[in-house]
C-alpha cells in the first residue's frame, strides 16, 4: 500500500479560496481522477478533511471507483451537519475524527493506494509523517497567481503553463 499527497497550487502556493479551487483546468482534473481512481481489483481511498468535503459538488460525491474518508470531529455520516448529506450516503464513505485512525483503518483495507487530497489542514497534519508514512507527493503546478486563503507548504519551482510533477519522498 502506497500513501500519497496529491495537490494542484498556483505560483504562490495557493491552493483554495473560500472553500473551493480558485482555478479550473480540465487537464488537472482528468490527472487527479486517473491517479486517484484504482484499476481493476485495486481498490483505492481519497483522505479528505471535511472542508474539501463540502466543496466537492452533490452531483460528484462521493468520489466514484474509490472510497471516500473524511477527517472530521463528527464521526456517525447520519449525524454530519450538512443537509445535503443525507441524499449521498454510500456504501464507500467513511468519518473519522483524527489522521491515526485513518492510518489504522487504511491498514486494515490493505488498498491498493491512499490520495490525501486536502485541504490545507490536512497537509499540515501530514508534514510530521513525511519521512516515515508518505510515499510520493504529485503536484500540478499552476503558473499563474491566484488569489488565494489556503496554502500547500511544500513549494517546487517548474516551467510551463500547468505541470505535474511526482515527487519521490
Known amino acids: 500500500m502506497r500513501f500519497n499527497i496529491i495537490v494542484g497550487m498556483c505560483k504562490g502556493g495557493g491552493i483554495g479560496l473560500n ?18 481512481t484504482g484499476i481493476g481489483n485495486n481498490k483505492n481511498a481519497v483522505i479528505m478533511g471535511r472542508k474539501t468535503w463540502d466543496s466537492i459538488p452533490v452531483n460528484y460525491k ?31 464513505m467513511y468519518f473519522f475524527p483524527d489522521i491515526d485512525n485513518v492510518f489504522e483503518f487504511c491498514y486494515k483495507r490493505d488498498y491498493h493506494d491512499v490520495w490525501f487530497i486536502g485541504g490545507e489542514e490536512i497537509y499540515r497534519q ?3 509523517s513525511l519521512d516515515t508514512k ?10 499563474k497567481d491566484y488569489v488565494c486563503d489556503a496554502f500547500f507548504l511544500l513549494q517546487i519551482e517548474c ?11
Open 62 to 92: 462521493p468520489l466514484k471507483n474509490r472510497d471516500n474518508i473524511i477527517l472530521t470531529r463528527v464521526q456517525n455520516k447520519e449525524e454530519y451537519p450538512r443537509p445535503q448529506i443525507t441524499d449521498i450516503i454510500r456504501e464507500n
Open 126 to 128: 501530514l508534514i510530521p
Open 134 to 143: 508518505i510515499n510520493n507527493i504529485y503536484i500540478t503546478m499552476i503558473h
Open 19 to 36: 472553500g473551493s479551487l480558485p482555478w479550473h483546468f480540465k487537464k488537472d482534473m482528468k490527472f487527479f481522477q486517473k491517479n486517484t
Open 159 to 169: 516551467g510551463g503553463q500547468i505541470s505535474h510533477r511526482k515527487l519521490l519522498i
